[in-house]
């Protein structure tokens, strides 16, 4: 392992350097409207469908632009797309607390999802072609680990922030923070002797969206990840703490702590993840299938019986089940890697990612539906709009139904054990 390190330490500089602003994009996913969705109701005088939509339109913009993402760092490379994409979230992050306007808020958080889309495609595409395909899932999930801190930092830690100093000076302060890293990572790359290598396509074609989605293996890769991801990323950074607050009884600081703790055990196991698959010889479906399986019992603990949807203990123990069942994350984008041709890795990621955000979008768009539809028996304080348990209950059974057809989709995954096995059509035949 120190031999490693020594010989692939330019390599790692980067990747450290791309973790960087990996943890300030992440924190802006979670961040809005996640941690602040009382403050913003209350803040713009608007319904809970539309604080939702700040959600989903992240998730929309974030999900529709990763397979021309993945395609852009196939053909220019990982490191040019993250300076690119970094900018614009800078941009987006900058001017978001500083919108007085519902629209304005809107045209920026859109500029913080497109610019946030492009900075996991261009670590995938990094990894892909700087490090050796046994240590992918690795090296992700320590990628992934300084993502996920910038998860944490968005709950518990910002929750606090908030109620110091305001949300708007709070996010504010996020902005410039990101400024900072960008300027360290254009420093860093700028110093290291590795040239931007290119072993993609010599120009930019659909033909490798066509190849990929013409792959039968994908389509439980894609299912089983999408609906897991969305399921995990409507409570994390949409309806979570609201959930918590007003049908669990917790205060907003308890809340969020909770969620921390949530993203913690989410962080501890997503960085263990590639660990496990290594020892277990670089298997991946037996961590998916476990990660579907918790997922399934923390819904089922959550809507089992009532009054379940609006018992404290049992939604606690529910979203604690799912920060570890969310943590196959690094070994979803490993499998659809490996399942697909090597040229075009960050165009494969990139569809795994487009379809998946798309999905989350429209569960959080669905959420926050259904909260509106029980509008008439919220309580309205001077701080909050208070939902009944009931609403929280109807979306968890939505949830649960999902949770059921993405387990049965796991069971049809296959197994790549770290290496790529696409074979072309006709090869197949």
Sequence with gaps: MRDFFVRKRQELVILFAM??????????????????????????????????????????????VQIGVGMLADRFGGRRTLLIGSTLMIIGSLGYPLSHTLPLLFAFRSLVALGGACIFIAIIKELDTLFDTRDFALLLSAVLFMGYSGGLAATFPLERAVHAVGWRAALLTSGI???????????????????????????????????????????????????????????????????????????SST????????MLLCVGFSSAAGFISRWIGNRRKPLITIGTGLMLLALLIMTG?????????????????????????????????????????????????????????????????????????????????????????????????????????????????????????????
Excluded at 212 to 228: F, K, R
């Design 19 to 64: 973790g960087l602003l990996y943890f300030f994009s992440f924190f802006q996913r979670v961040a809005v409207p996640g941690t602040v969705f009382d403050e913003l109701q209350t803040d713009f005088a608007t319904s809970a469908s539309t604080i939702a939509g700040l959600a989903a339109v992240f998730l929309y913009l974030y999900g529709g």
């Design 177 to 251: 923070l990101s400024v900072l890293m960008l300027a360290l990572a254009a420093l860093l790359f700028h110093r290291t002797r590795l040239p931007h290598h290119r072993q993609g396509p010599s120009s930019i074609s659909l033909s490798g969206i066509r190849t990929i989605l013409a792959l039968p293996d994908v389509w439980p890769v894609i299912l089983t990840g999408a609906i897991n991801f969305s399921i995990y990323f409507l409570f994390q950074a949409s309806i979570g703490k609201k959930m918590l607050t007003d049908a669990g009884g917790y205060s």
């Design 255 to 262: 809340a969020s702590g909770l969620f921390f703790a949530v």
């Design 305 to 429: 019986v009532p009054p379940y949807a609006s018992n404290p203990r049992a939604l606690m123990i529910g979203l604690l089940l799912m920060g570890v069942a969310a943590s196959a994350s690094p070994i979803f984008s490993a499998s659809m890697k490996e399942i697909c041709p090597a040229s075009i890795a960050g165009t494969s990621v990139g569809i795994l990612n487009c379809i998946s955000y798309l999905c989350i979008a429209l569960f959080t768009n669905g959420a926050g539906w259904v909260l509106d539809l029980f509008s008439s028996e919220a309580v309205r304080t001077a701080t909050a709009v208070r939902y009944p348990p009931a609403a929280y209950r109807m979306v968890l059974i939505g949830c649960l139904g999902m949770a059921i057809l993405s387990c049965l989709s796991s069971l049809r995954i296959r197994e790549s054990r770290g290496q790529c096995i696409y074979r072309p059509q006709r090869d197949r035949a």
